[in-house]
C-alpha cells in the first residue's frame, strides 16, 4: 500500500487507529455500533449506521467520493460482519478499523463524550449470565426441566464463539435503551 493512494490488496484489510486517523479526511468513517455506544463516545466526523440497520446501498452512496471506508465498532466483531456486508455489496475499499474503538481511545486519540451507557459486550454478559443463574437455580429449587435454559445458553455462546455472531447481542442491540436517540446540540442561546 502506498501512502499517495488508499488501494487495497485484499477486500478485507485492518488498519490500525493511528492510519485510520490520517486518513479521516479521505475516508468515510462508518460506526456500526449501537446508537447508544456511539452517544457515549464516537471519532468526531464519524458516520452511524448500527450493523442491525446497515444499508449497503446508502453506506455506498455516502463513501462516493472518498477513497475507502472505514468500519468501526468496540472492537472490531462488529465491525468484520458490517465489511463483509459492504463486499458482497460491491463497496470497493472497504477496511476494518483494528481493536475498534477501544484501540483509538487507548491510543489516546481525540473522541467525542455523551452520555455513559452498558456496552453491548456487557449487556450479553448480564443477560446470558442472569438467565444461567436463573434456570440452574429454578432446576435445582423447582424442577429438573429448567436446566435447558442454562444449557440453551451455554449452546448459544459456544455458537457465537464459533461463528462470531451473537443472536443475543442483536436482539439487545435492537432493545430501546440502546437506540434511544442523540442528545440534541444546543447552546445557551438556543430557544
Not at 488498519?15 to 456500526?32: F, H, K, M, N
Not at 456486508?85 to 472497504?94: D, E, F, R, S, T
Amino acid at each position: 500500500m502506498t501512502n499517495a493512494t488508499c488501494s487495497i490488496s485484499s477486500p478485507l484489510q485492518t488498519i490500525p487507529p493511528r492510519l485510520a486517523r490520517e486518513r479521516q479526511s479521505e475516508a468515510l468513517l462508518l460506526d456500526v455500533r449501537t446508537p447508544a455506544e456511539f452517544e457515549e463516545v464516537h471519532i468526531d466526523g464519524a458516520v452511524l449506521h448500527p450493523l442491525n440497520d446497515l444499508n449497503p446501498t446508502l453506506v455506498t452512496q455516502l463513501a462516493e467520493g472518498k477513497r475507502a471506508c472505514v468500519v468501526i465498532c468496540r472492537s472490531g466483531g462488529r465491525a468484520r460482519q458490517a465489511a463483509e456486508k459492504l463486499v458482497a455489496h460491491g463497496l470497493p475499499a472497504v477496511q476494518i478499523m483494528a481493536g475498534g474503538m477501544q484501540a483509538w481511545e487507548g491510543e489516546g486519540l481525540p473522541v467525542t463524550r455523551g452520555r455513559a451507557t452498558i456496552s453491548l459486550q456487557r449487556q450479553v454478559f448480564i443477560t446470558a449470565g442472569s438467565m444461567i443463574f436463573a434456570g440452574s437455580l429454578l432446576g435445582y429449587l423447582v424442577s429438573p426441566s429448567w436446566i435447558a435454559l442454562p444449557a440453551f445458553v451455554g449452546a448459544g455462546l459456544v455458537f457465537s464463539g464459533v461463528t462470531n455472531t451473537c443472536g443475543l447481542a442483536m436482539i439487545l442491540a435492537r432493545m430501546p435503551w440502546n437506540n434511544r436517540k442523540p442528545a440534541p446540540k444546543t447552546s445557551c442561546c438556543s430557544m
